[in-house]
């Protein structure tokens, strides 16, 4: 019989399946969380309004299951998910994250969850490997410490995490959430307008899958991550439950409710940026503990170590891949 916390990390999983598996018949695209930041933060024309509420939608759902639950079985005390890693130790997780997706075209959501069940080649690839240098780097850093914090984060007490508090970031979430919707129905069109939509219900569905499953909590990642005698192997059946749902759901996907081609990656190339970018993902996930999901259910309790130093190295690994693959590109006469 599973303990509680293997039964929750199961039903998260499949939580995560449904939503990913919802996005991909609704609107042919694969969920990856990397992606979907990364035209966030380029400000891609075609798609940053749903990339945007997406983000958005992931933030007000945790401020108001927060709201609800608190601090405990859902979530870790701040002095919790903070712990153990120094700001400078934050940011240059974050930016080995940030190089290593935009490198690998991927994370654990886009690889894993979405690759792995599609028979995607590049994502059997790069699964494993990031896999490996992730517990790599835990493990030894378990047991070498670097960038540690010499001071200690004390974080915010309860009182200052108060309802009034997280009421505001919810209703500004959901202010921009219902706004984008808004103009898409009135001044653009109805494509736009189902985009916001369905990218409103997978966010929702999704930040509830990585809550439930545990995925939020850092603690819980590292302990996956970290081999040792406290290791908790319980991450496992997200994966599980994840891919074993989608294998089946997209799978049977031909086109989408709305009759659009699904996005396919033809893409079967196995080439050094690749493998570089899961070993550099890797060793920042391993680091941190946090890929670009969780981050995002994290990032509105506003702790600098994550909200600012994680996601600042994160933004900069994207933009110099970024810059680095304008640099390559031919320019046009």
Partial sequence: MFEQQESMALLGGIIISIATSFNYYTTGRVTGMSGIYSGFIFF???????????????MAT?????????FGSCFDEPTVFVKNL????????????????????????????????????????????????GILTATYRDSNPFFVDETPYEGY??????LILNSVLLTACTIIVVLFTLYSFIFTNRDKMFDIVFA???????AIGLIVSGMNKRSKILGFLTINQNWDPSLMLVLCGAVGLNFITMNLMTKTILGKRLEVVTNKTIDFRLILGGILFGIGWGL????????FILFPFFTPHISLSWFGGLTIGQYIIKMYENILKPKKN
């Avoid at 945790?62 to 608190?70: A, E, K, P, R, S």
């Avoid at 409103?200 to 999704?206: D, E, N, P, R, Y």
């Avoid at 941190?288 to 981050?295: D, N, V």
């Fill in 200 to 206: 409103s219900i997978t966010a929702v569905l999704f």
């Fill in 157 to 162: 007490s309860m009182k200052q995490y108060g």
């Fill in 44 to 58: 891609e024309k075609y798609s940053f309004h749903w990339r945007a509420t997406f983000i958005f939608a992931m």
């Fill in 62 to 70: 945790t401020v108001f299951l927060w709201n609800f639950f608190g």
């Fill in 288 to 295: 941190g503990g946090l890929c670009p999901g969780p981050g």
């Fill in 86 to 133: 120094s700001k400078p130790g934050y940011f240059v997780a974050g930016l080995l994250v940030g190089l290593g997706t935009k490198l690998g075209n991927g994370c654990t959501s886009g690889h894993g969850i979405c690759g792995l069940p599609r028979l995607s080649i590049r994502s059997w690839v790069f699964v494993p490997i990031f896999l490996v240098f």
